[in-house]
């Protein structure tokens, strides 16, 4: 299985900070990234696919960028609503596998 | 708008197998993308467990390959998951969640969780 290691496993901002989170692929995963969020006691909700593609309503202060084995979520100006636990997943090969997640909160 | 939600027992006893059902509304089950279940363990590790397709055929996670079965009732617009011969290391939250094309999931169910413990 691919190994996704994500980092850090947790953060703190201040409103309005850029932060950046890191998903390292175990091999070559030729852009098939997704990121997610998750708030507390709710389902995962999709932010990113394609490493780069902004889901739709997805707030336009979340972006993706990597290539290759390296990938990053950036969220330029830390609001309130994006404390939360973020992820990664793969799809480029079987079995779909993800990132042990990072947690993101207010300082 | 396309809604899946999670049923099924909260506790369940080593050994023996977890079942729990996915409804969906919204979108017709059999009419395309793959079904999966996704579980995610106390500590955050999260792991896709297997899919049904619309057509019914079925894909599972190698680590599961065993004890796993999805199946599906059409005529209800659910999927289902077996697992059996569980440990106290399945307990987790049980997702199921509609799989796109690009095998990312864009549709997730709120979850429930599974205690295994006697």
């Known amino acids: 299985d691919i190994q996704m290691t994500q980092s850090p496993a947790s953060l703190s901002a201040s409103l309005g900070e850029t932060v950046s989170i890191e998903c390292l692929a175990s091999?070559?995963?030729?852009?098939?990234l997704a990121w997610y969020q998750q708030k507390s006691g709710k389902s995962p909700q999709l932010l990113i696919y394609?490493?780069?593609r902004l889901q739709d309503g997805v707030p336009s202060r979340f972006s993706g960028s990597g290539s290759g084995t390296r990938y990053s979520l950036k969220i330029s100006g830390m609001q309130p609503e994006d404390e939360a636990d973020y992820f990664c997943q793969q799809s480029y090969k079987y079995p779909p596998t993800f990132g042990s997640g990072t947690k993101l909160e207010i300082k | 708008e396309i809604q899946l939600q999670e049923s099924g027992p909260g506790l369940v006893k080593p050994s023996q197998s977890l079942s729990l059902t996915c409804s969906v509304t919204g979108y017709t089950i059999t009419s395309g993308y793959d079904w999966s279940w996704i579980r995610k363990f106390p500590g955050n590790k999260m792991e896709w467990m297997g899919y049904?397709?619309?057509?019914?055929?079925?894909n599972y996670n190698p680590s599961l390959k065993s004890r796993i079965s999805i199946t599906r009732d059409t005529s209800k617009n659910q999927f289902f998951l077996q697992l059996n011969s569980v440990t106290t290391e399945d307990t987790a939250t049980y997702y199921c969640a509609r799989m796109w094309d690009d095998g990312t999931f864009a549709y997730w169910g709120q979850g429930t969780l599974v205690t295994v413990s006697s």
């Open positions: 091999e070559g995963i030729s852009n098939d």
């Open positions: 394609a490493a780069s």
């Open positions: 049904i397709s619309y057509s019914g055929s079925t």
